[in-house]
């Protein structure tokens, strides 16, 4: 299985500044062929579901805000939200979807500072 | 609009079986595969399995494998988790979730249910 860790555990950043999140995969998950990195952002606020943020590690998904991008290939990957907002207090998780079993990494606990 | 809305929270004990639904609506239910997640109380999320609606073709984590059975029926576009015999750490909530689509070769999940919530306790 391919392993998917992310850091930090959790982050406090003030509002308006830069929250960076990254994500390392136990191997490549960057597809030669068609030069695509099999990798996935979700955001989960409390008591609701993840929501997909961004797919093929940098493409956002439809009505998600661009301060949220997503950056990196082959093993490492970065989830960045260049301006907090109150609304972004959330756990993020990095999924790679190269090979099954899908994993998803631990998840990262953005608070305000 | 797509929805995934799934049945509502269950209560069971050891050994007993369960099976949870996913019903979907607003999109080809046979042109997007169908993942199961769980996630254990205060815990991450866990990738169980997926289903291709088209033919049933299943993968599963090996975590669960054995242990769990996903199927569909495809005339009421509906999916389904189930487990035989239910044991006390089954207790999570659980997604289904919609798999890019089949053509792009994506395993990103767009759109999520609710959530069914299981609890397994003698």
């Known amino acids: 299985d391919i392993v998917t860790t992310q850091s930090p555990d959790s982050l406090a950043v003030s509002l308006g500044e830069r929250a960076t999140i990254n994500c390392k995969a136990s191997q490549s998950v960057l597809y030669r062929s068609n030069n695509k990195n099999y990798v996935a952002w979700y955001q989960q606020k409390p008591r609701q579901p993840p929501k997909l943020l961004i797919y093929?590690?940098?493409i956002r998904d439809s009505g998600v805000p661009d301060r949220f991008s997503g950056s990196g290939s082959g093993t490492d990957f970065t989830l960045t939200i260049s301006s907090l907002q109150a609304e972004d207090v959330a756990v993020y998780y990095c999924q790679q979807y190269y090979t099954t079993p899908w994993t998803f990494g631990q998840g990262t606990k953005v608070e305000i500072k | 609009e797509v929805q995934l809305v799934q049945s509502g929270a269950k209560v069971r004990e050891p050994e007993e079986s369960l099976r949870i639904s996913c019903r979907t609506s607003g999109y080809s239910f046979t042109k997007y595969w169908i993942s199961w997640v769980r996630q254990m109380p205060g815990k991450g999320l866990e990738w169980m399995g997926n289903i291709d609606p088209t033919n049933s073709y299943t993968n599963y984590c090996p975590s669960f494998q054995g242990h769990i059975t996903i199927s569909v029926d495809k005339s009421t576009a509906t999916a389904y988790l189930q487990w035989g015999s239910l044991r006390a750490s089954d207790t999570a909530m659980y997604y289904c979730?919609?798999?890019?689509?089949?053509?792009?070769?994506?395993?990103?999940?767009?759109?999520w249910g609710q959530g069914t919530m299981v609890t397994v306790s003698s």
């Open positions: 979730a919609r798999q890019a689509l089949k053509e792009s070769g994506g395993g990103d999940l767009d759109i």
């Open positions: 093929w590690a940098s």
